[in-house]
């Protein structure tokens, strides 16, 4: 079995390379025992897989289908091992974060500082801002999100609930009345982070079902701290995550109206790229995470 998978690697690595002597090259290897793997190979498959000449090397219609079921299965191998390595091993190497700006300023990094504190071996690279990040071509390992998952070609882990918060200074409450039903906000001022789900169209429940209401007012603007500073001036209403909501309503500088009508289950999520095998220092740095929030819920 080991020598079938050697004739294999050696088919795949030569036609990667680009012929025998770059492969030998690039994998340590004499040219003279990749050329015979490969002939062993042709002679127990009883095919020609490659068709050789001093200037090119190309695949047959056989070594075509054989290249790519070949090159599936050894990459399927070659990432059991690494599950097996991470699992097995202390989380290494660099990691590469995403998460919201003020949700990782305020919330987020005493949990991700911890993380390092137990992993000494890995070097983080934490990105905080406020878009909607690409993973895939970015090279970005892990982002935290709070949303629910929308693209399909990434796959989520719940790491903790999360809810908004919908409020007014008490001096705009005076003057305009305190709304009683989200319809109300039609009519009032409305401060809007276009960072959130939504924008000037606010989400609430009333009944189980969820219901949108336009809003608009004296400000846009794409940082919830900046939004939840001008409502405290009494600039409008603001809908914020409740991690940025409550030090201004515990200082008395927001008052929350619609509470029973405020959307649940929203969640904070670990968002990464589909892939077979999760990578051990992600897979440390999510258990850690779900482990973090569960102590240090976010209010």
Sequence with gaps: MTQDLARIRAFVQVFDSGGFSSAARQHGRSKALLSKYVTDLEDYLGVRLMNRTTRKLSLTEAGEAYYREASSLLQQLDDLDATITDQTAEPRGMLRVSAPRNFGES???????HYLLKYPKVTLDLRLEDRYVDLVDEGIDVALRISTLADSSLIARKIADMHVVTGAAPSLL?????????????????????????????????????????????????????????????????????????????????????????????????????????????????????????????H
């Design 174 to 298: 005076q003057k305009v009345g305190t709304p009683k039903h989200p319809e109300d906000l039609r009519h009032l001022p409305c401060i809007v982070d276009v960072n959130l789900q939504g924008q000037s169209n606010w989400r609430f429940v009333e009944d189980g079902k969820t219901i949108s209401v336009p809003v608009n007012g004296p400000l846009r603007v794409n940082s919830p701290l900046a939004a939840r500073s001008a409502a405290s001036m009494g600039l409008g209403f603001v809908m914020l995550p409740s991690y940025l909501a409550d030090p201004a309503i515990a200082a008395g500088e927001l008052v929350p109206v619609l509470a029973d009508y405020l959307p649940t289950g929203q969640t904070l999520q670990a968002v990464y790229p589909h892939r077979r095998h999760l990578a051990g220092k992600v897979r440390a740095l999510i258990d850690h995470l779900v482990d973090w929030f569960a102590t240090h819920p976010i």
């Design 107 to 113: 919330t987020l990094a005493p949990a991700i500082y």
